[in-house]
């Protein structure tokens, strides 16, 4: 079968291919490429309407390119149209960070023949202050998935070493907690800090929260769809002291529909940038605050919970971790709080 191939229809002044016995358009000709012109059955397509064509090839299996010939871009483009229906939207998102500037490097390098030295040599491009071990986690699930899926057999970048993850040490005391909340104007960031702190959750469960989510018979918040859900198979559950209560019961009766801590202009849930930069202001106007984020918070709920007492198993539900091993490896640092840990003996020995 004679393998499609792009073409230019000039009184559209764009590019099209055939496909499945019909006429997809692929992209107006882009200003500055080079006129448009055929040779020897072939056309000079821009590399911007070859990556269209690529992608659109790629999605369908009967024209999947062979392993040998498949490009790192098609790789990404087709683990992301994955990725847009089975995972989150924010976790889409977050492979979609990564890998853009990933395929900026090798988007047309056979994907076959790339090495961990090309990731190495990508890192070390970017201006992160962090978020190398994340970048590999992203590249390599690509990779992994295309192994898999029978695409991309072996995966080339499979010896690629994650980065060791850091540990938080950053907490947030209850004096700087109280500092903060004196600095923020509006009451909707204010809860909004409040919740983080009452309840450990993430910076993202907190914002998408609305009176849906929200048990008040039994005191709880419950989510369907979450971070963790594809392994736990249940619903993330987050359980309300009696200040987050009786504030849930409050916000529910202001704001039954939409998100229950708004964004102060606009009404829509907080975003990652929203929240970022107001802990960047935040820390402007308090400089003692260095490293203090919206993270940070559920870092000292975990923290305190901890040195009170609360056992490592619960503390890791109450996080909605999968099992023990996140808290065990992020707040194994309790073990230099000398006087937690003589208390800890005392109790162990029964004196």
């Given at each position: 079968m004679r393998q499609p191939k792009p073409w230019f229809r000039e009184s559209k002044n764009a590019w099209y291919v055939q496909h499945n016995g019909q006429k997809v358009r692929l992209g107006g000709h882009p200003e500055g490429a080079p006129p448009p012109k055929k040779a020897k059955g072939s056309w000079n397509a821009p590399q911007v309407i070859l990556d269209a064509f690529f992608r659109l090839m790629a999605s369908d299996p009967a024209n999947l390119p062979k392993a040998n010939q498949i490009l790192t871009i098609q790789v990404c483009d087709l683990f992301l149209?994955?990725?847009?229906?089975?995972?989150?939207?924010?976790?889409?998102?977050?492979?979609?960070?990564?890998?853009?500037?990933?395929?900026?490097?090798y988007a047309h390098t056979p994907a076959h023949e790339l090495k961990p030295f090309h990731v190495s040599s990508w890192l070390d491009a970017q201006k992160w202050r962090g978020g190398r071990r994340n970048a590999v986690i992203a590249v390599k699930r690509v990779f992994n998935w295309a192994d898999k899926q029978g695409i991309l057999s072996p995966n080339p970048l499979r010896n690629v070493e994650k980065p060791a993850a850091g540990r938080r040490t950053r907490i947030v005391t209850p004096t700087?907690?109280?500092?903060i909340l004196a600095a923020v104007p509006d009451r909707n960031f204010r809860d909004f800090l409040t919740a983080l702190y009452q309840t450990g959750?993430?910076?993202?469960?907190?914002?998408?929260?609305?009176?849906?989510?929200?048990?008040?018979?039994?005191?709880?918040?419950?989510?369907?769809?979450?971070?963790?859900?594809?392994?736990?198979?249940?619903?993330?559950?987050?359980?309300?002291?009696?200040?987050m209560l009786e504030m849930s019961r409050?916000?529910?009766?202001?704001r039954p529909e939409g998100p229950l801590f708004p964004s102060r202009k606009l009404g829509r849930p907080f975003s990652k940038n929203a929240i970022r930069c107001r802990f960047r202001r935040l820390r402007k106007k308090l400089p003692h605050l260095k490293g203090v984020v919206a993270y940070a918070y559920r870092h000292s709920y975990a923290s305190e919970a901890l040195e009170r007492?609360?056992?490592?198993?619960?503390?890791?539900?109450l996080l909605g971790h999968t099992d023990t091993r996140m808290v065990m490896h992020h707040y194994s640092h309790l073990n230099q709080k000398v006087a937690h840990m003589r208390e800890a003996a005392r109790l162990a020995s029964g004196q």
């Open positions: 149209s994955y990725s847009e229906k089975h995972n989150e939207p924010d976790t889409y998102r977050w492979y979609k960070h990564f890998l853009q500037s990933f395929t900026d490097l700087e907690r109280e500092e959750c993430r910076p993202s469960e907190v914002s998408r929260v609305t009176a849906a989510n929200v048990n008040l018979d039994l005191g709880v918040w419950i989510f369907e769809q979450h971070k963790t859900g594809k392994k736990t198979g249940k619903p993330r559950v987050i359980y309300l002291n009696p200040e409050r916000l529910v009766a202001e007492g609360v056992g490592v198993a619960q503390v890791a539900e």
